[in-house]
């Protein structure tokens, strides 16, 4: 799969993150072989004092995970396919959590509740999944999963905290099939945390101290961000970044501060995938 599709990657703190000393919560896994190419974005709990560990580890277990359970069972990827990897997941994060000791409750809290969106993209499909919030573009289509009531998106590891969910709601703790459709019919794809929404608000807006516009999510399928790897960071970065200038009279005295602050409020992490 590798010969026909190549894969950019960026992700940035949001501003508001940066405002109160949060590291980035975000987090993403590319796993790429001749078989299959698996993409998972994992967005960690706000609350969370290190959400972004959990999400690190999520993202790579769920990847590694699909490819697992692809491999042992040859299913085409079913319902029971996905619970099984769910499972499998759960099981995993229940160990680590157990092994760090202290208070279960407070482990998973601190560090394992993130969102879930992904694709798994084969010979033959295309399979976009999740639990939680969260953004996809697929060719011309734009999914945006989200906002939950209360802002509060189901996360994975509920499951092990007997969530209230868990009874009223069981279906949110699970992958959901979002999309699936045959690999041909996939030109471009963008999948990203839900930090993508201020990004896409600002499409039309100047990045902060320049005269060029933020542009559309679409800019990040050109050559560009494919021939340098750090290319799509930089370019999050740029719109994300404060821009102070000092308008100066004839004397070089400052008479005025012109402040324009970064665009993305959230954490934005995005992968894009175009077809080569």
């Not at 509060?152 to 905290?161: G, I």
């Not at 099939?177 to 030109?187: A, S």
């Not at 960071?233 to 008479?255: H, Q, T, W």
Request: glycine letters at 8%.
């Amino acid at each position: 799969m590798r010969e026909l599709f190549e894969v950019a990657i960026g992700s940035v703190t949001g501003r508001d993150h940066i405002l109160v000393n949060k590291n980035n919560q975000d987090a993403s896994c590319v796993r790429a072989d001749k078989e299959k190419i698996v993409v998972v974005v994992c967005d960690g709990c706000s609350e969370g004092r290190h959400s972004e560990v959990g999400a690190k580890i999520g993202a790579s277990l769920i990847a590694e995970e699909i490819k697992k359970v692809a491999l042992n069972t040859g299913q085409l990827y079913s319902k029971n396919f996905w619970e099984e990897v769910r499972r499998n997941t759960l099981a995993r994060i229940r160990c680590l959590a157990v092994d760090m000791g202290g208070s279960f409750l407070r482990v998973i809290s601190d560090y394992f509740l993130f969102t879930v969106i992904g694709f798994v993209l084969t010979k033959e499909n295309f399979f976009l999944f999740s639990i939680g919030d969260g953004f996809a573009q697929v060719n011309d289509e734009s999914i945006m999963l989200g906002p939950f009531p209360g802002n509060e998106p189901p996360y994975l590891a509920y499951a092990l905290l007997g969530s209230s969910l868990t009874k009223k709601d069981p279906m949110q703790l699970k992958f959901k099939l979002v999309k699936t459709t045959k690999q041909e019919q996939i030109n471009s794809i963008i999948i990203g945390s839900d930090g993508i929404e201020y990004l896409i608000e600002a499409r039309d807006k100047n990045i902060p101290g320049k005269n060029d516009l933020v542009g559309p999510i679409e800019q990040f399928f050109e050559d560009k961000y494919y021939k340098n790897k750090d290319m799509l960071r930089r370019r999050l970065a740029i719109i994300n970044k404060d821009s102070v200038k000092y308008i100066r009279d004839v004397r070089e005295s400052i008479v005025e501060v012109k402040k324009e602050n970064g665009l993305l409020r959230d954490d934005t992490t995005i992968v894009a995938l175009r077809r080569r």
